[in-house]
């Protein structure tokens, strides 16, 4: 255990640090309001207590992640790969289902989702590979790195299936080799390529999807096609928020969450409820926190000291901004809804745990930009 010098707390990133605690506590008091019974007698569920509980662990977790050194997870990323896509295929196996999707593994106390961790996971090993590459700009389309981080965890997770994760790590593919630099003539190759394949791949992937995967996609072209049926959440979602119009109902005074009108209130639709109690106003006080967060990480990947930090801050920080927008606009019905739950505050321990490691990282890197305890 490496001796903490005192500097590690007059270089640490408070306020990164700050940014998260104060958006994990506004999810935690949400997640409270949204669980709460519609009669005062019934029991309130645990899901907030749970959540405190998991947010003391990811604390506790991203002060370790801060106290080594960031290239310990360049040494040990492939390793953590190899582990990360084992669990995706133990967890098509074994895993248990939930709502037609098998992304769960059972550990007894707890259960875990193999697809959350594995996202940071990706970010760590790709980031370290294309670091690795040279040229910079590539010339070349390196085939062995599509396969390995494009093609075989796409698979894997859309096979559980999840959408919004297959989705998100391809995102995550695509800026990060922009990030790394492509020489033109592969991104007009790529897109030449992408634009022929284009309908060809859209129709395979149609068919493969599940029912209520589709559902989603025509509830989100024609939320009115079944206003009682597939379109029930997005249409309930715009309800809650709307009805908060510009200082909301208040805290504790939101109706659509307690009563059981949104469905998924406390994870996956968790803005909407915020959005009814706190309106347009907290809305913006909200996003404004997560947009300075986004551009920490931003200025964070600019001081970092080698491509491989670099790399990974743009990757960890474009994973916090995709799942913001696509759970943003999933709410206000401009997104089909594909099960991405907001950073750091939808309900979600692995989520949560996950996420603050993450966060971790970006402090690491940031951090140590100087240099600490290592000659």
């Given at each position: 255990?490496p001796k ?20 994990s506590?506004i999810?935690?008091l ?25 947010l ?17 997870f360049?040494?040990?990323?492939y ?12 967890v ?8 037609g999707a ?7 106390i707890?259960s ?10 990706f ?8 670091s690795?590459l040279?040229?910079?700009p590539l ?7 599509i396969?390995i981080f ?14 919004g994760?297959s989705?998100?790590?391809l995102?995550?593919f ?14 007009v ?5 992408g ?21 989603r996609i025509i ?9 009682s049926?597939?379109g029930?959440?997005i ?12 200082f ?7 109706t659509?969450?307690s ?8 994870t996956?639709?968790i ?16 996003i404004?926190l997560?947009?300075?967060?986004f551009l920490?990480?931003?200025n ?11 790399l990974?801050?743009?990757g960890?920080?474009t994973?916090?901004?995709?799942y913001?927008f696509?759970n943003?606009?999933?709410t206000l019905?401009?997104?089909p ?7 750091f505050m ?15 990282i ?14």
């Open positions: 255990m903490i010098d005192r500097r590690f707390f007059t270089t640490f990133d408070w306020f990164t640090f700050s940014l998260i605690i104060l958006i506590i999810g935690i949400t997640i409270y309001s949204a669980t709460r019974p519609p009669i005062e007698t019934t029991n309130h569920p645990d899901f907030y207590i749970k959540q405190i509980i998991w003391s662990i990811s604390i506790l977790a991203l002060l370790m992640t801060a106290c080594f050194d960031y290239s310990l360049k040494r040990f990323s390793i953590l790969y190899i582990i990360g896509i084992a669990l995706l295929i133990i098509l196996g074994l895993g248990k289902t939930t709502m098998q992304r769960w593994l059972n550990l007894g707890f875990f989702q193999p697809s959350e961790a594995f996202k940071l996971i970010i760590i090993a790709l980031s370290r590979y294309l690795d040279s040229p910079s010339r070349n389309i390196p085939l062995k790195g396969i494009g093609i075989i965890p796409v698979l894997l997770i859309i096979k559980q299936p999840d959408l994760t989705i998100l790590i995102s995550l695509t800026i990060l080799f922009l990030s790394k630099g492509v020489s033109k003539r592969i991104i190759s790529v897109l030449i390529i634009l022929i394949s284009a309908p060809f791949l859209g129709d395979l992937a149609w068919n493969n999807l599940k029912d209520y995967q589709k559902n509830a989100f072209l024609d939320p009115e096609v079944d206003p049926g597939i029930y959440h249409n309930q979602s715009k309800i809650t928020i709307g009805s908060g119009n510009l909301g109902k208040g805290y504790l005074k939101g659509q969450g009563l059981r009108f949104l469905p998924e209130k406390h996956d639709f803005f909407s409820v915020f959005a009814e109690e706190w309106g347009f106003i907290g809305c913006i006080l909200l404004s997560y947009l300075m967060l920490r990480g931003i964070t990947a600019i001081l970092a000291k080698d491509e491989f930090a670099k990974t801050a743009i960890i920080t994973m916090f901004f995709l913001f696509v943003i606009g999933m019905g401009m997104m809804i594909v099960g991405v739950p907001l950073p939808s309900y979600g321990g692995t989520a949560l745990l996950t996420n603050f490691i993450a966060a971790g970006l402090i690491n890197i940031r951090m140590r930009r100087f240099q600490l305890f290592y000659p």
